[in-house]
Nanobody
Framework: VQLQASGGGLVQAGGSLRLSCSTS????????TGWFRQAPGKEREFVAA????????DYGDSVKGRFTISRDNAKNTMYLQMNDLKPEDTAVYYC???????????????WGQGTQVTVSS
């Protein structure tokens, strides 16, 4: 498994969760890594991404100002800190990796398994 997501769970609206994605040095040092999510009956949605070269980040409009993506190279782990969670954030969250920044909001080259996040109202 090249990308292993964890940290999902049940939280009340307004609460916080931190997702983790364990990966390899090879991926973290040469891919754009990020997160997508998919709610029941909806299409997969881009959440956030971070580059390997400059640590530049990008966020989906619905999470800007609430979610923060980061990574710890020493631990080969990427994180998604989610604050002020809302019921509409309920989804399965997937970590992803892509060789190029172009198209980062619409596709990935490698997908990890998902972790469920449920936000109760």
């Amino acid at each position: 498994v090249q990308l292993q997501a964890s940290g999902g769970g049940l939280v009340q609206a307004g609460g916080s969760l931190r997702l983790s994605c364990s990966t390899s040095t090879r991926i973290l040092s040469s891919y754009v890594t990020g997160w997508f999510r998919q709610a029941p009956g909806k299409e997969r949605e881009f959440v956030a991404a971070i580059t390997w070269r400059t640590d530049s980040t990008d966020y989906g409009d619905s999470v800007k100002g609430r979610f923060t993506i980061s990574r710890d190279n020493a631990k080969n782990t990427m994180y998604l800190q989610m604050n002020d969670l809302k019921p509409e954030d309920t989804a399965v969250y997937y970590c992803s990796a892509k060789r190029r920044w172009v198209g980062i909001q619409t596709s990935a080259d490698i997908w990890g398994q998902g972790t469920q996040v449920t936000v109760s109202s």
